[in-house]
């Protein structure tokens, strides 16, 4: 077959898988405890893949713009390691994953003495934002911008200011960890400064071809897929995509890890980030989630596509 057919086929196939897999849109729930997040469609799915040959292919709901929420987390780790490096993000933050749920205060007083477990829960995330570069909030900002612009390699990406402001009105829970981590010692900042960052990097908007552009960069070592230039540093990249499998979808990393064995970050907005080293960079939309959190569809959609194309990498 000559090697247009075979992408050709490629494309056909992961259509129909996609969208085999929107039934399962039925069985997850929106995300409301963000107000402006119950706008979304229950029914929609979309998923794009960034392949080799530094194209992006994407099906179903392609167009829709969604938040990334806690996807957002991989993104301030990377930055918050090169800003301030890693021994000084990880004297604060550690490296385990949890049983718990995301957003859990309990873990914080009784497993881990107050150092939050890993950066992808809210308590280690917000941590981690606490260490972007930068001496004001605006700075900060302006520096999230500036990297996830390069990730996505498009100069117009930015945050949704309505789920922004959204959040930052409701993210009481939020406040209550950091202020709990700021008694402890473990961040140091003002903590509305650091919420009105948190919300903002939670709420940069994109669409999938976006996100799988993103999950290619951290399988192919930190690289620009045109230019080969050095986005993220190599032992970066990699620490993140280990964090990506031992804690990236919460209290389900494991099955996912065992049923995919593909890294993945997911968030409440219904989004996952996959990246397959060396191989597919991708991008998952679907905003119904199941009781961890997680997208329903886009679970289902993970453990199949890696079931049909071997991507486990293990
Ligand atoms: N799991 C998530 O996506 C949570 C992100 C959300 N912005 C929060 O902090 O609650």
Redesign the pocket.
Known sequence: MALHEEFRQFEIEVGQIVEEMRVFTEEGKIATY?PELRHADPDALACALYTKNGTCVSFGDKDRKFTL??VSKVVALALAVMDSGEEQVFDKVGMEPTGGP??SITRLELTSRSKPLNPMI?AGALTVTSMIGGRTETEKVERLLRFIRELTGDDTTTYDRAVAAS?LKTADH?RALAYLLKGEGVIDSDIESLLDVYTKQ?ALSMRCCDLARIGFIFGHEGRSPETGEQIVPVPVARMVKTFMVTCGMYNESGELAIKAGIPAKS???GAILGSVPNGMGIGVYSPALNEK?NSRAGVELLKRLSRHFSLSIF
């Open positions: 963000i929420q806690s995301f957003y809210n959040e939020n939670c968030g409440v907005s959190g």
